[in-house]
């Protein structure tokens, strides 16, 4: 994540540990073709192995049987594995001429060099320890302004070519442009920098691109594509999903310069972190990229495994350069990565608190509310008007002396209460559930609130509509002589032909309806049948007698 002034430092070439100019390079060159027609059956996976082989790892390449070695450092005529690629007989020849695969003669004495030059091993290059190379000495050193330009014109002497005149500087900096910002420059930027005659004019120019916002934004575009970043489910009807402040979160880490073991931890557990941030917990959000579902008939287990296995495997080829998805159904062919290690690290995410319906909405659980610095200073001052009113209360209350109603000649009159259900919020830890794919939207539109409130339910464009609202972490309770009350306006261009209210408790299901006849099993001539359906375009309050939905006092309502 670190990033320099100097763009020559941002593109510093690494080489692996044993590989030196005019070396065979086992990663870099060997590797690949022992990959593509070796390992398939001298590789990782025991289960398809021949002859208990391995040409992966020096000590079974190495070791000796029935009297040979497969590969003889230093030695190609006494390593069979030289033979056999270069065999003619079917019965010895590698690979098998069922294969249908055979080595080209550059391939060969690619594999030739190598074992001539000892053999030597190296691990995947993820797991190699980077090694700075020696410079090369410069032939043209007037050419050369750093080691990265040593390096290149060492390569193009090597391929009997000369270095190409300096671009231009409208030519330098629309290639800077586009690396840092993704952004061609503007012409005032054109123009400052052709001006600039200092010595360190490339390096200002540089300088300026990696303190633009846009930087941040086009470093982010890449690891948002490692991240399998969205904005939608990506299955059945490919809801929207809000996924924003964790894209957000990325852009800001790069312009800030996160170290990377904190841009690391804090994606992968930043909220097992001690107190966590609202930062860290949205940057959490790089386990909330993968695709979810809630289409009809989709096996909770099977998702929840998916997403498991997908996080797993995301997580093992971002930061461990390593694909991990073959590890799923066996040991990996041709990565250092067995079932055993991959379904370890997928314990872990297999312990994520997401469930595997995303209910095609786009605040799936577990969903973290973001406020504004300004919003949450609001709501810290409420909170503490909130608890001096209560101590106010408190204190007023002590100064009343108790009498008993017993002793009083006029039993006190009993005083209505009123206990709003659900009105600007759900009760605390209900769920809502939508039976329609067009789900239910909240607005704070001016003209679609009622006298009370400050946000409504607009439910639109569905057939048999149902939003429910279940389980409250503290149960809703049936008072006495229960009047219920709700507010409805009905939209003229969509009326609808019956509405109905139905609510749950631990004595049954409890309905009342208007309009069409039979809605919910509600006939005209029931009881619970309250009329046709109102007039459009006002809101109203329907008002419900407790004979009419036939509640019970002290009954615990489930859901609404």
């Avoid at 600039?196 to 691109?209: I, T």
């Avoid at 809703?476 to 002589?481: A, G, I, K, Y």
């Avoid at 229960?482 to 139905?502: H, K, M, T």
């Avoid at 004595?507 to 046709?532: C, F, L, N």
Wanted: charged share 25%; glycine share 4%; hydrophobic share 40%.
């Amino acid at each position: 994540m670190s990033r320099s002034s100097r763009l020559a430092l941002v593109l510093t070439v690494w080489f692996p540990a044993q590989a030196t100019a005019g070396d065979i390079s086992f990663n870099r060159d060997v590797r690949p073709i022992l990959s593509e027609y070796c390992f398939a059956c001298h590789g990782l996976d025991a289960k398809q192995r021949k002859a208990d082989l391995r040409l992966d790892i020096p000590e079974s390449a190495y070791a000796e049987r029935d009297g040979g070695f497969a590969v003889r450092p230093g030695d190609v005529a006494q390593s069979d594995l030289w033979q056999r690629i270069n065999s003619d007989d079917p019965l010895e020849m590698m690979p098998p001429p069922a294969t249908k695969k055979k080595l080209t003669a550059a391939q060969k004495e690619t594999i030739r060099q190598w074992i001539n030059q000892g053999a030597p091993y190296q691990k995947h290059w993820a797991f190699e320890v980077p090694v700075k190379p020696a410079v090369p000495t410069a032939t043209q050193e007037a050419w050369t302004r750093n080691p990265i330009d040593r390096f290149i014109l060492a390569r193009l002497e090597k391929e009997g070519l000369a270095p190409q005149p300096e671009a231009r500087r409208s030519t330098l900096i629309r290639r800077a442009a586009f690396a840092l910002t993704g952004l061609p420059p503007t012409i005032q930027e054109v123009a400052q920098f052709e001006a600039d005659s200092s010595p360190g004019a490339f390096e200002n120019m540089v300088d300026r691109y990696l303190k633009s916002p846009r930087y941040g934004e086009e470093m982010a575009r890449h690891w948002l594509d490692v991240a399998r970043y969205a904005d939608t489910h990506g299955l059945h009807l490919d809801n929207e999903r809000t996924m924003w402040a964790y894209r957000d979160w990325v852009i800001e880490a790069f312009n800030r310069n996160k170290p990377f073991d904190a841009f690391t931890v804090e994606q992968l557990a930043g909220d097992l972190l001690p107190h966590p941030t609202r930062d860290q917990l949205v940057a959490t959000g790089f386990n909330r990229c993968n695709v979810t579902t809630s289409e009809g008939g989709s096996i909770e287990s099977e998702f929840v495994f998916r997403y498991a296995v997908d996080r797993t495997s995301t997580t093992v080829q971002t930061w461990m350069g390593l694909t991990g998805g073959c590890a799923v159904c066996h040991d990996h062919k041709y990565d250092p990565l067995s079932a055993k290690e991959f379904y370890s690290l997928y314990a872990f995410f297999l312990s994520s608190a997401d469930p595997a319906m995303d209910r095609n909405i786009n605040t799936t659980d577990p969903f973290f509310k973001m406020t504004t610095d300004s919003q949450q200073a609001a709501l810290a001052q409420a909170q503490t008007a909130e608890a001096e009113a209560i101590r106010q209360l408190e204190a007023a209350a002590a100064r009343f002396e108790y009498h008993d109603p017993a002793e009083e000649q006029t039993p006190p009159r009993p005083l209505p209460i009123a206990d709003v259900w659900l009105d600007d919020l759900f009760p605390i830890g209900a769920r809502s559930n939508c039976s329609s794919r067009n789900a239910s939207t909240w607005t704070t539109a001016a003209e679609m609130l009622p006298a009370l409130g400050r946000r409504s339910l607009q439910q639109a464009s569905a057939s048999k509509y149902q939003d429910k609202f279940e389980q409250p972490l503290q149960p809703l309770v049936v008072p006495e002589n229960p009047r219920l009350s709700v507010f409805v306006r009905i939209d003229r261009y969509e009326p609808p032909q019956s509405l109905v209210l139905q609510v749950d408790t631990n004595h049954g299901s409890h309905v009342v309806a208007w309009g069409e006849s039979k809605s919910h099993g509600v006939a005209k001539t029931d009881p619970s049948w309250m009329g046709e359906i109102p007039e459009s375009d006002k809101w109203l309050r329907f008002e419900i007698p407790p004979e009419k939905i036939n509640l019970k006092s002290g009954a615990f309502v489930n859901a609404v």
